[in-house]
């Protein structure tokens, strides 16, 4: 059974950082690829980045420059650091592994606001 078990969320002021982290009950080269969604109140599910097994990297428009995907081989674990936070990026944020199906965490509330 695939587990996807984040960590990290919290309120945050406007141009404060984060860090989730996603650990995978697997080894993270079971999956095609790795990485985080978000939704807010009232949008669509955004993708906000991926990370390819090969290594490549995939940022949504909204979050280039900001956030950083990156991972940890030996602990089955994907982060993602996310700095100059702004109110918009408010949403609850979701790990995401493709392998033979997506499978996804429970989410964790990121809130950005002063």
């Known amino acids: 059974q695939v587990q996807l078990v984040e960590s990290g969320g919290g309120l945050v002021q406007p141009g404060g950082s984060l860090r989730l982290s996603c650990a995978a009950s697997?080894?993270?080269?079971?999956?095609?690829?790795m990485g985080w969604y978000r939704q807010a109140p009232g949008k669509q599910h955004e993708l906000v980045a991926l990370?390819?097994?090969?290594?490549?990297?995939n940022y949504g428009d909204s979050v280039k420059g900001r956030f950083t995907i990156s991972r940890d081989n030996a602990k089955n674990t994907v982060y993602l650091q996310m700095n100059s936070l702004k109110p918009e990026d408010t949403a609850v944020y979701y790990c995401?592994?493709?392998?033979?199906?997506?499978?996804w965490g429970q989410g964790t509330q990121v809130t950005v606001s002063s």
């Open positions: 995401n592994a493709l392998r033979d199906v997506d499978y």
């Open positions: 990370i390819f097994s090969g290594g490549a990297k």
């Open positions: 697997l080894s993270i080269f079971s999956f095609s690829r």
